[in-house]
């Protein structure tokens, strides 16, 4: 079993910046695609930003230009640097891996989730 940890939520003033990360315990076979959700009071599971294992990034309209993905193949980390944050960024952010656990599968694995609040 996969563990994902994510690190890095906390308290940010408007206009501040925060850098999540996010640790799979494991690779297995190699992880495909890693990907942040993140999930505001009331509302549905948001895409944020998807990164695959060739370094291919997307992101929700609602982020570009703001917040950056990478990874570190070698860590098993992924990280989500988050500019110019709003109050409207305020949320739970949560990662998720799609990993090969197998020579012809793959299963998604998710962590916990951060907390990001954007307040002053």
């Known amino acids: 079993q996969v563990q994902l940890v994510e690190s890095g939520g906390g308290l940010v003033q408007p206009g501040g910046s925060l850098t999540l990360s996010c640790t799979a315990s494991?690779?297995?076979?190699?992880?495909?695609?890693m990907a942040w959700y993140r999930q505001a009071p009331g509302k549905q599971r948001e895409l944020v930003a998807t990164?695959?294992?060739?370094?291919?990034?997307n992101y929700a309209d609602s982020v570009k230009g703001r917040f950056t993905v990478s990874r570190d193949a070698a860590k098993n980390t992924m990280y989500l640097q988050m500019n110019s944050l709003k109050p409207e960024d305020t949320a739970v952010y949560s990662c998720?891996?799609?990993?090969?656990?197998?020579?012809?599968?793959?299963?998604?694995?998710w962590g916990q989730g951060t907390q990001v609040t954007v307040s002053s």
């Open positions: 998720n891996a799609d990993i090969w656990t197998g020579i012809t599968r793959r299963d998604v694995f």
């Open positions: 494991d690779s297995i076979f190699g992880i495909y695609a």
């Open positions: 990164i695959s294992h060739g370094g291919e990034q």
